[in-house]
């Protein structure tokens, strides 16, 4: 079945004793066991729940994975990766990494004794140099955020697989209905899906998925060891919004791109960072591995004056954290989502203080040029008057 119908039927064949064609919200903690030694495959909520049981067969289907655990945000998917390893243990992960990734990486996974080297992932014989013994796994974003770097997925699921390390992918930005990591070799997906998948701005949420038998039991026992589970109600609203997935990830492309067109030829924008523009240098590897592009891009301007009135003047577009909903979010990523990352690695990435990262919802493209486009006037006369 095309991924357009999976997604569209989520959860509606289902439901065995009504027929409901939404699955319910199964809102119960216990459940009855019909006699000793048996279950009828639900116990306790944290181990297991019928409506998160729905998503995250789901979840696996979509992925291409053998078992999907839903968490209660994408951090929570993190910690519960996280926890595969032991003290002494290392990993090699990507440079322009999602802060809060960051965050969790080296201000707690280093109490525990686990440490990260982060690198170009694109660089092999740079991530050869910096493997050891202890290293258990390659942890990469594709592409990163808010730089837009691609990384061949194919090329280091195999390195990792020739050293025996696990391959995880962070998929937020692209999703299964643009890309398929497990397809390409990697061993683990994990999702913000607080992000695209859930697509609203109203639901927090995380999503693992693992390929292969033993990694699945293992995941199974840390996520119920762990705990850091989605509820049931917020795990309807995720199938909720996954049903349309397919429909806003071509709007968000086609939005994305229309705008990172506009915005590359307007005389205040010195760069826009978009992997659907040819001149991008992941262009060709993008297109190899991912049947689209997400609906996020980064521009930097000329001058970084123009950032403080442009975030004033936008009124269609919010000066907002987080990506991936329909509504259109602008955010300053060197202030807001990286500020956990030390100045000199955002400085060696680029993200410095002329860059702004815009999330582009599905309005209609014309409407959010023309929010930009005044923004953008008002903060050249002011700068212009202050000359
Ligand atoms: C938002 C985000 C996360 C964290 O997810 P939450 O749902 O906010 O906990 C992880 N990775 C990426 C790429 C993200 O965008």
């Known amino acids: 079945m095309k991924i357009e119908s999976q997604l569209a039927q989520i959860g509606s064949i289902k439901e065995p004793v009504t027929g409901a064609v939404n699955f319910p919200i199964y809102q119960a903690t216990a459940f009855r066991h019909p006699k000793l030694g048996e279950s009828t495959g639900f116990d306790y909520a944290r181990t297991k729940s019928p409506t998160r049981s729905v998503l995250e067969e789901a979840a696996a289907q979509l992925e291409a994975g053998d078992a999907a655990f839903a968490c209660s945000s994408g951090m929570a998917a993190l910690q519960t990766i996280f926890a595969l390893f032991s003290q002494g243990d290392h990993l090699i992960v990507s440079l322009d990494l999602y802060g809060g990734t960051y965050r969790l990486l080296e201000r707690i996974m280093t109490r525990f004794g686990v440490t990260a080297s982060y690198v170009d992932t694109n660089d092999i014989d740079a991530m050869s140099e910096l493997c050891t013994p202890n290293t258990k796994a390659v942890l990469i ?12 997925i194919e090329r280091v699921a195999s390195w990792a697989k020739a050293r025996g390390l696990l391959t995880i992918v962070d998929n937020t930005l692209l999703t299964p209905f643009f890309q398929r990591p497990l397809e390409l070799g990697c061993d683990i997906v994990i999702h913000s899906a607080t992000k695209y998948l859930g697509g609203h701005n109203d639901v927090l949420a995380g999503l693992i998925v693992t390929k292969g038998k033993e990694l699945s039991a293992e995941m199974a026992f840390l996520h119920n060891s762990i705990g850091a589970v989605l509820g049931p109600q917020d795990s309807y609203l995720l199938m909720r919004g996954m049903k349309t997935l397919a429909l806003r990830m071509e709007r968000h492309q086609y939005n994305a791109t229309t705008i990172a067109n506009y915005l590359l030829k307007h005389e205040s924008v010195e760069e826009v960072y978009y992997p659907a523009l040819p001149h991008h240098p992941g262009h060709e590897i993008q297109n190899k591995q ?15 004056r123009y950032v403080e009135p442009i975030l004033r003047h936008i009124k269609l577009i919010a000066f907002a954290e987080s990506l991936g909903g329909v ?15 030390p100045l000199e690695i955002r400085q060696a990435i680029g993200v410095d203080d002329r860059l702004l990262r815009f999330s582009v919802g599905i309005e209609h493209a014309d409407d959010l040029i023309a929010d930009l486009e005044q923004a953008l006037a008002a903060a050249k006369r002011e700068i212009g008057e202050e000359l």
């Open 141 to 152: 974003e594709t592409p990163t955020n808010p730089l837009m770097m691609i990384t061949d």
């Open 327 to 341: 509504e259109s979010l602008m955010t300053y990523p060197a202030v807001q989502t990286h500020a956990d990352i």
């Open 290 to 304: 991912s049947s689209g592009n997400t609906g996020i891009f980064s521009f930097r301007l000329k001058d970084a």
